[in-house]
């Protein structure tokens, strides 16, 4: 693989397959027994934001580790356009790397932080600046250049972490939590310019985090992990809306769960016996036969209240209002559990509910999904 001028290693030409980032069959382990990271294999395009998302420990961070080449992958091969990198330095692969702690060299100015990287690579003073004074006003932080990091807020601080790691031009961006120390209404901010900075340049992104707003405010696709496994790699809308097993539709979002034995099984519909014995119908997505048991996923903006002759109506008590501004969140007691969520608009012509009495509730079919027991 040659070296291009700045001594990283050339990654312009395309992969046979068309993928830019590729793990294949990657295994990781700290202690030669367990794995952390599990026969991973994932591919890429050029220009995507794909975000891995998951619990503490499920092996996300490790993976971006072992792209970035800060870890070593025990077995498989990981590749960018079709090159093994395992074995190049993290320093010769031309990766741009934001992390949370933001990792600014407290001694030197914005414009000496962002000039370092340049500098290490041998570019000219000249371009040096000129190359910063660009990636600062894409960050909109032109005017902060000679102020050293203590000098400026969190939020100031991660738009620099932001702009060095694409000061020296960089075809993949890696970032690790990378808005975690940020409150809410900055974090959110922040989701947006990341979005859209990606939008405009046209850079490939791997993200890291176990935040599920963000991972489907800003992706193409997202890679759900747990226990060193991908559990479903997809768009936002079809994790939401189409989770394909059982930890992927509790860990994305809110969502209901009713657990029940197969009756009956016909294309893709199941008849359900639940807890209290009613029934319901559901679709048929990872689930056995009949006589086996299985979980049914119902998200809780699918249920109507007060709306009957639907496939699936059942009497419930109201146990609880919440008003959260938008929505009134309800918690109702039904089929032998007293936490299944609806999300109530609050809006005119809704139901007004009180709090003991008995109401009807009922969803579509469609809306109701047969998975694997937990």
Not at 24 to 40: A, M
Not at 127 to 137: G, P
Not at 147 to 153: D, E, F, G, K, Y
Not at 249 to 263: C, D, M, P, S, V
């Amino acid at each position: 693989m040659p070296e291009n001028e700045y001594g990283e290693f050339g990654l312009s030409a395309a992969s046979s397959d068309g993928a830019f980032v590729e793990f294949d069959r990657v295994q990781k382990s700290y202690d030669g027994v367990t794995l952390v990271v599990k026969d991973l294999n994932l591919a890429m395009p050029k220009g995507e934001f794909l975000t891995m998302l998951g619990p503490s420990g499920s092996g996300k961070t490790t993976c971006l580790m072992m792209l970035a080449g800060f870890e070593t992958a025990t077995h498989g091969e990981i590749r960018l356009d079709g090159r093994e990198i395992n074995n190049i330095p993290p320093h010769k692969r031309g990766i741009g790397m934001v992390f949370q702690n933001y990792a600014l060299f407290p001694h030197m100015s914005v414009n000496e932080n962002l000039a370092f990287p340049l500098e290490v690579r041998g570019i000219g003073r000249s371009e040096r600046e000129a190359r910063v004074r660009e990636v600062l006003d894409m960050v909109q932080m032109g005017e902060f250049g000679n102020r050293r990091p203590a000098q400026l807020s969190g939020g100031q601080q991660q738009r620099i972490a932001l702009a060095r790691a694409l000061v020296f031009d960089p075809e993949l961006v890696l970032m690790d939590e990378p808005l975690g120390a940020l409150d809410k209404q900055l974090r959110e901010h922040m989701q947006y310019e990341i979005k859209h900075l990606h939008e405009r340049l046209g850079i490939t992104v791997v993200y890291v985090t176990h935040d599920q707003s963000e991972a489907l405010t800003m992706s193409d696709r997202v890679a759900v992990f747990n226990d060193g496994v991908i559990q479903q790699l997809a768009p936002p809308e079809d994790l939401y809306e189409r989770p394909e097993n059982s930890f992927v539709a509790q860990f994305i979002g809110e969502n209901n769960k009713l657990t029940g034995i197969i009756e009956e099984r016909s294309d893709n519909v199941v008849k359900v016996r639940l807890a209290d014995g009613a029934s319901c119908l559901a679709l048929a997505v990872n689930c056995g036969g009949v006589g086996e048991e299985t979980l049914i996923s119902i998200r809780p903006e699918r249920v109507q209240i007060g709306r009957e002759g639907q496939a699936n109506s059942n009497e419930a008590r109201v146990e609880e209002l919440i008003y959260l501004g938008d929505h009134i969140r309800c918690r109702l007691s039904v089929h032998g559990t007293d936490d299944f969520i609806v999300k109530v608009p609050n809006s005119a012509g809704h139901k007004h509910l009180v709090v003991g009495e008995t109401t009807i509730i009922s969803w579509e079919t469609e809306d109701a999904r047969a998975l694997n027991p937990l």
